[in-house]
């Protein structure tokens, strides 16, 4: 499985970006997607998590209310929306897919794919 992130760049704070996932397997759509981010100096931490059927969805506090998950399984893509970012959101986006099939995982742990990483840059 290859998971390659897009989508990142420079913003100001306050703006939005959109990440997209495309990932070369025949079984994306079994497996719960999600976007963890690492900021410089900091451990990889969990931003939002999507099930394989799309009907589910969670998020970590600090990006709630803020940033939305989806997928689109006949593309095998996954997309995380980001908007009204801030200075602290900078950091390199990873997508992510879970190891086992149907598993609704927040930590890094519980993933065995790894996208390159996409970096997200936001001025204040």
């Known amino acids: 499985v290859q998971l390659q992130a897009s989508g990142g760049g420079l913003v100001q704070a306050g703006g939005s970006l959109r990440l997209s996932c495309e990932a070369s397997?025949?079984?994306?759509?079994?497996?719960?997607m999600a976007w963890f981010r690492q900021a410089p100096g900091k451990e990889r931490e969990f931003v939002a998590l999507i099930s394989w059927t799309g009907s589910s969805t969670y998020y970590s506090d600090s990006v709630k209310g803020r940033f939305a998950i989806s997928r689109d399984n006949s593309e095998n893509k996954v997309y995380l929306q980001m908007n009204k970012l801030r200075p602290e959101d900078t950091a390199v986006y990873y997508c992510?897919?879970?190891?086992?099939?149907?598993?609704?995982?927040?930590?890094?742990?519980?993933?065995?794919?790894w996208g390159q990483g996409t970096q997200v840059t936001v001025s204040s």
């Open positions: 992510a897919q879970a190891s086992s099939p149907q598993a609704i995982a927040v930590r890094d742990s519980q993933y065995n794919y």
């Open positions: 397997t025949h079984t994306f759509a079994q497996y719960t």
